[in-house]
């Protein structure tokens, strides 16, 4: 793989080779359906290349050990930075870091958790606010703010906003939607937020996704690898 394609990305670079298995078990939390194609796996219109051995300038010297995973769009994305997004998730969940237009960052710092937010509960409609607030009312005192559907409760902050596009990981959803709406969580404590966004999914009949719209199932899904 040209070392120019792999410098411009999005490309997860790895501190271990991984398996087809385990970045198809991945990738599959992003979009459901997807499937291996040879060596490498697609989904929807991304092809997620086979792990290369790359040289440690890749990540600027920041690991001894490169396994490169070039994710490449090959039609109309889903959804805004969706090939973005694949590498990076999966940059977070194999404790690598990710490389885009010779960008270098780590998904898995505090400080890029805390400028893109944290998880969402997606639902295929708004929320009536008198749904939404005895749960919010749970975790303690609800704050309304001025803009409509943007409350705090306890150090957490919580927006009701419209779906842009539609993450593949919540496509079960789709046939029942009218309005995918989501509910984005933000605060410092991940593991909370998890456990507050899983609570909210199964009271609204939604579905929580991370930042970069992976599918969680539990809220130690949102906390980096150990």
């Not at 939390?29 to 790359?54: K, N, S």
């Not at 400080?111 to 409609?125: C, F, K, M, W």
């Not at 919010?136 to 419209?162: C, K, M, N, Q, S």
Request: glycine share 8%; with cysteine; aromatic share 4%.
């Amino acid at each position: 793989m040209a070392k120019r394609r792999l410098r411009t990305g999005p490309t997860a670079a790895l501190p271990a080779k991984p398996s087809q298995a385990d970045l198809l078990r991945i990738v599959r939390l992003a979009d459901p359906d997807a499937r291996a194609d040879g060596d490498d796996i697609v989904a929807v219109d991304v092809r997620v290349h086979a792990p290369v051995e790359a040289e440690p300038e890749l990540v600027g010297g920041e690991m001894d050990e490169v396994w490169a995973v070039r994710v490449a769009a090959e039609g109309p994305l889903p959804f805004d930075f969706f090939d973005r997004y694949l590498a990076e998730g999966i940059a977070f969940r194999l404790g690598g870091l990710a490389v885009c237009r010779g960008e270098v960052s780590d998904p898995a710092d505090d400080g890029t958790e805390g400028r893109a937010g944290g998880p969402a509960v997606i639902l295929p409609l708004r929320p009536a606010a008198d749904a939404l607030l005895p749960l919010l009312e749970a975790e303690g005192e609800v704050e309304h703010e001025e803009e409509d559907f943007a409350y705090t409760v306890d150090g957490v902050r919580i927006l009701v906003v419209p779906q842009k596009g539609s993450p593949p990981a919540v496509q079960e959803l789709l046939p029942f939607a009218t309005e995918l709406t989501a509910v984005e969580l933000r605060g410092d404590d991940r593991k909370r937020l998890g456990v507050l966004a899983l609570r909210l999914a199964e009271a609204l009949n939604g579905l929580v996704v991370d930042r970069w719209r992976f599918r969680v199932d539990a809220a130690e899904d949102l906390l980096p690898p150990t």
